[in-house]
């Protein structure tokens, strides 16, 4: 059974730094591409970033080029959302998703989903 | 960027009527879109991708059709289950796109 574990939500400063990962298990993670979509309170879908399965190829939205950083190790079948220079509109919550076939960026498995909130 | 419009962006139906929400891209896409449920609180959930290919699990009342520039997602007859919002999504091109959604309501 194919599970998505996303961990590392919570508080932040505006213009601090957090983390997210996301835990996956029950396919094999190394042939398919990541990605982090997230999802303002009362909003809809917004695309955050994706990753090939290598980790060679990285993508960004615009709104969060140059301050968040995805990356994946493939040995602990997990995936990473670096989050740095957090401001008020990154509030949101995050879900980690898994592409339904290797090369492709529509999403067949989400996690729960991880509540960052960028408050002082 | 490619934008995805959905229209309309909300609706309200009854048990058993037969339901349609329209996705529009701004650009030629092919067959790339996707299809998706989402209820308060909850991930979203997979119904069509490749824009007519239902996904394992979803009922058959769910049909996708369109490719290029139009899509449409029909519910043939509308389930108490079925209330939600629903997003359509392209895979073409990066950025990866989302439609604004589509919540249906109970009428």
């Known amino acids: 059974e194919v599970q998505l574990v996303e961990v590392g939500g919570g508080l932040g400063q505006p213009g601090g730094s957090l983390r997210l990962s996301c835990v996956a298990s029950?396919?094999?993670?190394?042939?398919?591409?990541m990605t982090w979509v997230r999802q303002a309170p009362g909003k809809g879908l917004e695309w955050v970033s994706s990753?090939?399965?290598?980790?060679?190829?990285?993508f960004y939205a615009d709104s969060v080029k140059g301050r968040f950083t995805i990356s994946r190790d493939n040995s602990k079948s997990t995936l990473y959302l670096q989050m740095n220079g957090l401001r008020a509109e990154d509030t949101a919550t995050y879900y980690c998703?898994?592409?339904?076939?290797?090369?492709?960026?529509?999403?067949?498995?989400w996690g729960q989903g991880t509540l960052v909130t960028v408050s002082s | 960027a490619i934008q995805l419009t959905q229209s309309p962006s909300s609706l309200s139906a009854s048990v058993g009527d037969r339901v349609t929400v329209t996705c529009r891209t701004s650009?030629?896409?092919?067959?790339?879109l996707a299809w998706y449920q989402q209820k308060p609180g909850k991930a979203p959930n997979l119904l069509m991708y490749?824009?007519?290919t239902l996904q394992s699990g979803v009922p058959l009342r769910f049909r996708g059709s369109g490719s290029g520039t139009e899509f449409t997602l029909t519910i043939s007859s509308l389930q108490p289950e079925d209330f939600a919002t629903y997003y359509c999504?392209?895979?073409?091109?990066?950025?990866?796109?989302f439609g604004g959604g589509t919540k249906v309501e109970i009428k």
């Open positions: 998703a898994k592409a339904i076939f290797e090369a492709t960026a529509d999403f067949d498995y």
């Open positions: 029950g396919f094999t993670f190394s042939n398919y591409v």
């Open positions: 990753i090939s399965g290598s980790g060679d190829s990285a």
């Open positions: 650009q030629g896409i092919g067959s790339a």
């Open positions: 490749d824009a007519s």
């Open positions: 999504q392209q895979f073409k091109h990066y950025p990866v796109t």
